[in-house]
């Protein structure tokens, strides 16, 4: 992109602000050129207003010009799907990725329990994502009712027409596919061991273990039709400077120019 890019965001909640205690309804994050900041706005705010979770009567779009020199460029991690038959399976394929990504059982079961139940207190959605120590399971992240919202990621044009084509031919056309990729790439970059996903969305039930080690694994049957869903990103929390790895998932832009899909 050469000319100049804005960052587009949207959040949107029930019940008022989500500052003020709103429940989370839908969020969205975009890179445009000047040209499609109208219609990434309107496309943001039917976005908002059909998710399955409800109807919100709070949306906020924000749009923030980016300077280009501040933008780094990086590849997408490879994307791969598991062939999970049912539930059971799926929780023991995210398992034994997370376990060989280096964290460890506690952690682990106490993140598919945050899913389960809503990792916000009380067992509701979060905005954000927790952030979790890979070796001990606790949870870091400063505001455990709004968690961590990664933000400004996206794809270069060049790179999203490449990635659609791919996902077309493997009929995954889904945008949340599209979209987690871009966000899952973003953590992964910052200094994230491993993060494992599943959709707040109750009809969508295929979730996410990606990793340094093994890309990004899509996992059919993660979500089981109580969870609630969320994100846990797991750190070694001795090796990181919390407050610089917030920052550089919420506030540094990145725009992933290559893609890599392993058919495997
Ligand atoms: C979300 O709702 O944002 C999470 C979607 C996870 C997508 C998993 C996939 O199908 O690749
Ligand atoms: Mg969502
Ligand atoms: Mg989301």
Known sequence: MKTMVYSVRMRAAQGGPHEKGGRHISGAEKIVPFEQVAQTIQQMLHRAKSHALGEPDFININVERLELQYI????????QTAKTKDHEHA??????????????????????????RGPAPGGQNMRGAVIMDAASGRRLEPDPWRGVRVSRMDYTPRAAAELSRLLESMGLEHFRVREALALATKVIY???????????????????????????????HLKHASFKGGRVFFIRSQEINLEEYISRLQEEPVLIDQIRISNG
């Open 190 to 220: 910052a200094g994230t061991l491993a993060e494992i996903c599943c959709s707040d969305d109750p009809h969508y039930t295929t979730g996410y273990v990606s990793s340094q080690r093994f890309g990004y694994v899509r996992i059919p």
């Open 72 to 79: 780094k460029y990086i590849t997408a991690l490879p994307l």
């Open 91 to 116: 929780l023991w394929c995210a398992r034994q990725l997370l376990s060989a990504s280096g964290v460890q059982p506690a952690a682990i079961e106490r993140a598919l329990e945050l899913l389960a």
